[in-house]
């Protein structure tokens, strides 16, 4: 092959490649016009394989419940005031009697309440019969003249609230549920601030009978 026929086949071939990428060139411009600049993004970053191949990110702890700390019923005062100091619950002291029909009809209609149920499981609670001398001394002790009656106190012995009334299902659960004196007992911190929910005294009759004067020995 002479110097001149290899020049004119080596200028042919460079031809060929010039038209070959100007037609690619071309065509790709127009692929483009086609399509959304996000599309043309993701085809050229984004490949489907690192989707199949990412590593698992941790996932966030999930938060665990706080276990809520339920109360009791115990049989005596003193039991409820020493589980009381040790639990870090209020302790409920509902007073009554064999005598009292208000009594009765708050064993039978209020107390199985499922929403007074609830708020109970906040306290220790402790019926207390006024017939026998010695709880006679507990209810002069808070005050107690009329039974139905119902005394929020703690381990110090402290009345933070007081009433003395048969109440329905609905007035019971709301008269329970005391946040403020919660929080005390959570914090550790039993104020005296607290005599101030509902604090009812014992001078007043409420409307309508709804409750038995207790008989003074």
Not at 96 to 104: A, I, L, Q, V
Request: glycine fraction near 4%; proline fraction near 5%; aromatic fraction near 10%.
């Amino acid at each position: 092959m002479t110097n001149k026929t290899l020049f004119l086949f080596i200028a042919a071939m460079f031809a060929i490649l010039v038209v070959f990428a100007s037609y690619n060139y071309k065509h790709s411009k127009e692929l483009a016009a086609d399509k959304p600049s996000e599309q043309i993004w993701d085809e050229q970053i984004w490949d489907d394989s690192w989707d199949k191949n990412k590593p698992d990110l941790p996932k966030a702890p999930e938060k665990q419940p706080i276990e809520k700390k339920k109360g009791s019923v115990v049989a005596s005062y003193e039991r409820a005031v020493e589980l009381s100091a040790k639990e870090g619950i209020p302790v409920l002291l509902i007073f009554g009697n064999n005598h009292c029909k208000y009594c009765k009809t708050m064993e039978k209609e209020v107390y199985p309440n499922k929403q007074v149920k609830d708020m109970l499981d906040n306290y220790i609670v402790c019926k207390i019969n006024t017939g026998s001398r010695k709880n006679a001394q507990v209810a002069k002790k808070f005050g107690v003249e009329y039974v139905p009656a119902f005394v929020i106190t703690n381990s110090k012995e402290e009345k933070l609230k007081f009433e003395q009334k048969s109440m329905n299902s609905e007035s019971f659960s709301k008269w329970l549920d005391n946040p403020s004196i919660y929080d005390q007992f959570k914090e550790g911190n039993k104020k005296d601030s607290a005599k101030q929910d509902d604090d009812r005294s014992t001078e007043e009759e409420p409307s309508g009978r709804s409750r038995t004067r207790i008989e003074q020995e």
